[in-house]
């Protein structure tokens, strides 16, 4: 019995580095993904605390990422491709913005008891950047954020990808 086993070892290590055994295949590594285009404008818009957040960042390609929803329940992110003329008129406005102007225009919180209800736009072009309340909204501003709006509502431009991002499970389901 013991013979058999040192000859079952002895046949099985002489089996071993055999030039005749595969190796294993070396495996490519994939491309790194694209980065995206310069970013245009990034506009964030919320309600008051609400928790449900949406986003449009306008890429300089005639591109957009939306984000909508936010909070606990998780959110979506959408890739969005807008017509040359759509791309066009959109980073027109976000350059006739007048940031410079508005710089140090901000929103007062409501805090407790307080008004905190109106709907809030954080708007960001390269290093400046404007808070103003639909209410309240300068009428230079305006054109540009109902562009944007019209992005993110999915008014303006054609969906080409998205995906949900749950907040509590983590999980990403395409």
């Known amino acids: 019995m013991r013979a058999l086993v040192i000859g079952a070892m002895v046949a099985t290590l002489v089996g071993c ?6 190796k294993p295949a070396v495996q490519q590594s994939e491309a790194a993904p694209k980065k995206p285009a310069a970013e245009v404008i990034y506009l964030y818009r919320v309600q008051g605390d609400d928790p449900m957040p949406y ?25 969005v491709v807008l017509d040359p003329a759509d791309a066009k008129r959109s980073a027109r406005l976000a350059e006739r913005a007048p ?8 929103v007062r919180p409501g805090g407790f008891g307080g008004w905190d209800n109106d709907i809030r736009y954080m708007i960001r072009r390269g290093n400046r950047s404007v808070t103003v309340t639909a209410d309240h909204m300068p009428r230079s501003i305006r054109p540009l954020v109902r562009n944007l709006d ?25």
Not at 99 to 106: A, E, H, P
Not at 150 to 174: K, L, M, P, Q, Y
């Open 150 to 174: 019209a992005i993110i509502d999915g008014d303006t431009g054609r969906e080409v990808s998205s995906s949900f991002h749950a907040a509590i499970s983590g999980t990403i389901d395409n």
């Open 17 to 22: 580095g055999s030039e005749a055994s595969p």
């Open 55 to 79: 986003s449009v960042s306008l890429r300089a390609d005639g591109t957009a990422q939306v984000i909508r929803g936010g909070g606990h329940g998780g959110f979506k992110k959408i890739a």
């Open 99 to 106: 940031f410079k102007r508005l710089d140090g225009l901000t």
